[in-house]
Nanobody, 124 residues
Framework: QVQLVESGGGLVQAGGSLRLSCAASGRTFSRYTVGWFRQAPGKEREFVVGIRWSGGRTAYADSVKGRFTISRDNAKNTVYLQMNSLKPEDTAIYYC?????????????????WGQGTQVTVSS
C-alpha cells in the first residue's frame, strides 16, 4: 500500500511554470507506475501524464506534450511534474495516482491509490 501527497500547486500567470511533487510513503515505491490527472470545474477528470515503474517509459496527453515533463526519483519516493508554458486551460486540481506494477495507462480506474490533489490556477 502507498500513500500519496501532492504539493507545488499555486497561482501563476500564463506562460509561467510550476513544478508539482508527489511524495509517496512505502518501501516499494519503485514498483509503482505513477500518473498525473487533473480535473477542472465542471469537467471530467483527465489523464495528463504517466511514468511506468519499469524502464521509466512515459506517456503524455496531447494537450501537454512539449510543455510538461514527468520524472521520478525513487530514492526520494517522489515523482515530479514540471509544467512550463502554462495556459489558462491548464487550471485544475492535479492529482497523482499510483498503480502497482502498472502499465501506465490513461484510465483512472487503473490506479488504486490517489493523493488529495493540489490546485493549479493559471491567470490570463
Amino acid at each position: 500500500q502507498v500513500q500519496l501527497v501532492e504539493s507545488g500547486g499555486g497561482l501563476v500567470q500564463a506562460g509561467g511554470s510550476l513544478r508539482l511533487s508527489c511524495a509517496a510513503s512505502g518501501r516499494t515505491f519503485s514498483r509503482y507506475t505513477v500518473g498525473w490527472f487533473r480535473q477542472a470545474p465542471g469537467k471530467e477528470r483527465e489523464f495528463v501524464v504517466g511514468i511506468r515503474w519499469s524502464g521509466g517509459r512515459t506517456a503524455y496527453a496531447d494537450s501537454v506534450k512539449g510543455r510538461f515533463t514527468i520524472s521520478r526519483d525513487n530514492a526520494k519516493n517522489t515523482v515530479y511534474l514540471q509544467m512550463n508554458s502554462l495556459k489558462p486551460e491548464d487550471t485544475a486540481i492535479y492529482y497523482c495516482a499510483a498503480d502497482y506494477l502498472g502499465f501506465g495507462g490513461a484510465g483512472s480506474g487503473e490506479y488504486d491509490y490517489w493523493g488529495q490533489g493540489t490546485q493549479v490556477t493559471v491567470s490570463s
